[in-house]
């Protein structure tokens, strides 16, 4: 599977909008493009995914670059309870295996 | 609705010990399930997946095991402990196996090996 890297960390304050980017240079034509996020002590849940066009869900958007080389995932307000590790993740085409990466931990300033 | 339950929510266990974590899914026919593993302040790691009772496939070689006596059923187990074994386990489940099904997790167990 391509491999995405993301920003380690990242703070926003409460109430505002959150930007946390992925790059995946080596994404192939095949790959979805999959957010999840890990609440402090919990198993991870799903967020948002998407192929090419942008999309949206009543948790977050999925903003994806044109060439698809990057994506961006958009948390239109942050409350506190979105504190949590952001796992952008590529599956291929037939792929029934999530590999997770180290994600970008996010902090919500109140 | 769907459920995963996980057991034991924590645990202690000495070097050397065995161990059995259960995993059980409801509200759903024939899943995939997957066991993970977390180590302290890293990413999550797949060690085993299921697509059907009985049938198991290991990603990392390791003195883990893991059966699907049931449908609905998953369970990792050891026969001896080692300290490198203490993690946060999750288990998870999806309906399909393809790129765009969605995994959802278990609420997880923290072992702790001393």
């Known amino acids: 599977d391509a491999k995405t890297t993301q920003p380690n960390s990242m703070e926003s304050n409460e109430e505002e909008p959150v930007h946390l980017p992925c790059n995946h240079s080596?994404?192939?034509?095949?790959?979805?493009i999959h957010w999840y996020r890990q609440l402090p002590s919990q198993g991870p849940e799903y967020v948002i995914h998407?192929?090419?066009s942008n999309v949206n869900n009543r948790m977050a958007s999925l903003a994806i670059a044109e060439d698809r080389k990057s994506s961006t995932l958009i948390l239109h307000r942050a409350t506190l309870r979105d504190a949590a590790v952001y796992y952008c993740?590529?599956?291929?085409?037939?792929?029934?295996?999530?590999?997770f990466g180290t994600g970008t931990r996010l902090t919500i300033i109140p | 609705s769907q459920t995963i339950h996980q057991w034991p929510a924590t645990l202690v266990q000495p070097v050397g010990s065995p161990l059995s974590l259960e995993c059980t899914v409801e509200?759903?026919?024939?899943?995939?399930l997957y066991w993970y593993r977390q180590a302290a302040g890293r990413g999550l790691q797949l060690l085993f997946y299921?697509?059907?009772?009985?049938?198991i496939s290991s990603e990392v070689p390791q003195n883990l095991s893991a059966s699907r006596p049931q449908d609905r059923q998953f369970i990792l187990s050891s026969k001896k402990l080692l300290l490198s074994d203490s993690g946060f386990y999750l288990c998870?489940?999806?309906?399909?196996?393809?790129?765009?099904?969605?995994?959802?997790f278990g609420p997880g167990t923290r072992l702790t090996v001393l």
């Open positions: 998870a489940w999806s309906v399909l196996s393809s790129s765009t099904d969605t995994q959802y």
């Open positions: 080596t994404i192939s034509g095949t790959d979805y």
């Open positions: 998407g192929l090419t």
């Open positions: 993740i590529l599956r291929g085409f037939g792929n029934e295996k999530l590999t």
């Open positions: 509200g759903t026919s024939n899943p995939n």
């Open positions: 299921s697509v059907g009772i009985g049938q």
